[in-house]
């Protein structure tokens, strides 16, 4: 298939937008954004779940000379939108530690002959030597930062790798794209300074959606809340309401919860990360295909599921922070059909976001206790930081050690990518050789202790959110920094009465 051409710029995005991409017209704020970077202007977004971000970097990845370098926070998510960018006839690559090495050298030998339009990376592979190297040489019209929430100390998902991306923008010929879906007001200006964007062009639409009906319940944990989860999914199947996702905060929470529909007569599929790669591949592919209706599964099945039918989204427990809740309950109604957000809560919750909070943001003292045992350890003749040490010596605290390597205080090359970026460990995880070294840089602790201390508070919001009196819409358009003119809403179980469902 022959190649179109590129230009530098484009005259008529709607034509373009039509022939390439097959769509009618943009969604909001998505032609501004492209606008501004077709112009050679850096830009920030932000578009609600659904709004089509990914577009924001396709498209001029489609019109510029040059590749688009995409900075991207999942392994996952980059193999989903190489598969898109594919799917728009876009020669697109991504490299990361699940390719084998003759196929990673075969994504940055197209990059270095200039034979991609997109190449899609992690902030942990974007530092390395050899990639700084290539983009030296290299024309990239754009380097565009995913999820760019992960940038800030006061985003949901920090990566202290995303810090650092700013050190390679003299080597990007283009402008700098950033583009989220849950940013506070406070998280957009940190992206802004971290990234030293130049006058960017800022875009931040609406997030109300108020196709949703935002509901959320007391219900105890055990059998009754077990027995409400079926009564809501066999109603909603029922009804022909569309698919469905069950959101569950533990991966032994969504095995039990799905093997108890399946004993119903509800057909569902479970999916979390302790999965195959080739596993959740196929659940993910057989929901997006329409071969499956129904998914139980955490917080990992997120990023890329773009199915417009989603009926109802529920939490059975409530995420640590009301971004991660907005982002995940966003995943209904997508078609603008009436859609429901039901999250299950009561006070014995919160032990489990806690514990999440303790795993992704460890104490100060522990991260420090953890590299002077490193420390000490590299010292000895024939040792190292190995594979082993991952479930030996250090099992009990994977949290440090991950952030040691998110800091950059420990070099984990290609073999601990996955567990920098919060993912399993491959095989050389379970081996006895050597998977890292020491690099001596001090880590930024405190960063750390202030993304803890942030993480804390947005999971007493979370709290908050679930017990307050007030119409739920417009508790989180305020939170995300958009203050609606109305007070009440006919949106939300409060303003419904306690009782209502939404009308479908």
């Not at 850096?42 to 000379?65: E, I, R, S, Y």
């Not at 940190?190 to 219900?219: E, H, K, M, Q, Y």
Request: proline letters at 5%; a positive charge.
């Amino acid at each position: 298939m022959q190649e179109p051409p590129k230009h530098s710029h484009a005259t008529d995005l709607g034509q373009t937008l039509r022939s390439r991409f097959g769509f009618d017209a943009f969604r909001p704020g998505q032609e501004r954004l492209i606008r501004g970077v077709l112009s050679g202007r850096d830009a920030l977004g932000v578009l609600p779940t659904g709004g089509g971000k990914t577009l924001c970097f396709q498209f001029p990845a489609a019109v510029l000379d040059g590749t688009v370098v995409v900075v991207s926070p999942l392994i996952s998510l980059m193999k989903d939108q190489v598969g898109r960018a594919r799917a728009m006839g876009l020669r697109a690559r991504c490299v990361t530690s699940m390719d084998g090495r003759g196929e990673q050298k075969a994504a940055l030998s197209a990059f270095a002959d200039r034979a991609l339009d997109m190449l899609f990376v992690s902030p942990e592979r974007l530092a390395t030597e050899g990639l700084k190297g290539l983009m030296a040489s290299v024309p990239v019209a754009l380097l565009a930062v995913d999820e760019a929430h992960c940038i800030s100390e006061w985003g949901h998902d920090f990566r202290p790798a995303f810090r650092r991306i700013s050190a390679v923008r003299h080597l990007v010929r283009g402008p700098v794209l950033a583009v989220t879906a849950t940013a506070t007001p406070a998280v957009r200006t940190d992206i802004a300074s971290v990234l030293g964007l130049r006058r960017p062009v800022r875009v931040v639409t609406s997030f109300d959606r108020p196709n949703i009906f935002w509901d959320t319940r007391r219900v105890p944990q055990g059998a009754a809340r077990a027995q409400r989860l079926i009564r809501v999914v066999a109603d909603h199947d029922r009804l022909g309401h569309g698919a469905a996702i069950v959101y569950a905060p533990t991966r032994n929470q969504v095995v039990s919860l799905r093997r108890v529909l399946a004993s119903m007569g509800l057909g569902a599929e479970a999916y979390h990360a302790g999965m195959t790669p080739d596993e959740r591949k196929g659940v993910q592919e057989r929901f997006l295909e329409r071969a499956s209706n129904l998914v139980v599964a955490t917080n990992a099945f997120g990023m890329g599921i773009d199915r417009g039918d989603v009926g109802c989204v529920v939490h059975y427990g409530f995420p640590g922070s009301l971004e991660s809740y907005y982002q995940e309950a966003g995943r209904a109604g997508r078609d603008g059909q009436p859609s429901r957000a039901l999250a299950f809560v009561c006070r014995r919750d919160w032990r489990v976001p806690r514990g999440f909070v303790d795993r992704s943001f460890p104490s100060p003292g522990t991260v420090r206790r953890v590299l002077r045992r490193l420390r000490a350890s590299s010292r000895r003749p024939g040792t190292g930081l190995r594979g082993r040490d991952l479930t030996g010596r250090f099992g009990a605290h994977l949290p440090a050690l991950r952030w040691l390597i998110r800091a950059g205080a420990v070099d984990a090359n290609e073999a601990l990518e996955r567990l920098a970026a919060g993912e399993t460990y491959g095989e050389s995880g379970e081996t006895g050789l050597p998977v890292g070294r020491l690099t001596g840089r001090v880590p930024e602790l405190g960063i750390l202790a202030a993304a803890r201390a942030d993480a804390l508070a947005r999971l007493e919001a979370a709290r908050r959110y679930t017990s307050s009196r007030g119409c739920r819409r417009r508790a989180l358009l305020g939170y995300l920094g958009e203050v609606p003119e109305w007070s009440r809403c006919d949106g939300c179980d409060r303003c419904a009465g306690g009782g209502a469902t939404p009308a479908k």
